[in-house]
């Protein structure tokens, strides 16, 4: 039987309001040892912002990354799953969009967690290096 995404998911992802700066997501990625913020407004998902959009997005565009707001480089074209979805939907979802991570929202669209690629593989007792790397402290 599928586990369900609520068994495997971090829960209480970090997340930002849409007018945080782009400085104040990278401090919050360094700090927790991730590579994504999620981006709320009144609290409801309404993007994602990643180490590499911050990079791709502004740094590269001469942004100033500490007055640039989140909503101006975030991802807001979203797939996201629930937390009684299976596991066999989050890794259909996410190999149909090419993405290796994806929210958890409740029935208001508030986030309440994340499932990454990696922790699918762990949770299916995957062997092999995206086990091996899932597993790992960050290197920050």
């Known amino acids: 039987m599928p586990r369900r995404v609520?068994?495997?998911?971090?829960?209480?992802?970090?997340?930002?309001?849409?007018?945080?700066?782009?400085?104040?997501?990278?401090r919050v990625m360094r700090d927790e040892g991730i590579g994504d913020v999620l981006?709320?407004?009144?609290?409801?998902?309404c993007g994602v912002v990643t180490?590499?959009?911050?990079?791709?997005r502004a740094v590269a565009e001469s942004r100033d990354t500490?007055?640039?707001p989140l909503g101006d480089v975030c991802t807001a074209d979203l797939t996201t799953v629930r937390?009684?979805?299976d596991t066999t939907t989050a890794a259909r979802l996410m190999s149909e969009q090419a993405v290796r991570r994806l929210p958890v929202?409740?029935?208001?669209?508030?986030?309440?967690g994340i499932v990454s690629i990696?922790?699918?593989a762990v949770a299916n007792g995957e062997t092999g290096p995206l086990h091996a790397i899932s597993k790992a402290p960050p290197n920050n």
Request: hydrophobic letters at 45%; proline letters at 8%; zero cysteines.
């Open 83 to 85: 937390p009684e979805d």
């Open 51 to 56: 180490d590499r959009d911050i990079v791709v």
């Open 39 to 45: 981006v709320t407004y009144a609290g409801r998902l």
């Open 118 to 120: 990696g922790d699918l």
């Open 105 to 112: 929202v409740d029935a208001m669209y508030r986030p309440v």
């Open 6 to 26: 609520s068994d495997v998911m971090t829960v209480t992802p970090q997340a930002l309001p849409l007018d945080a700066t782009l400085y104040e997501a990278a």
């Open 66 to 68: 500490s007055l640039t």
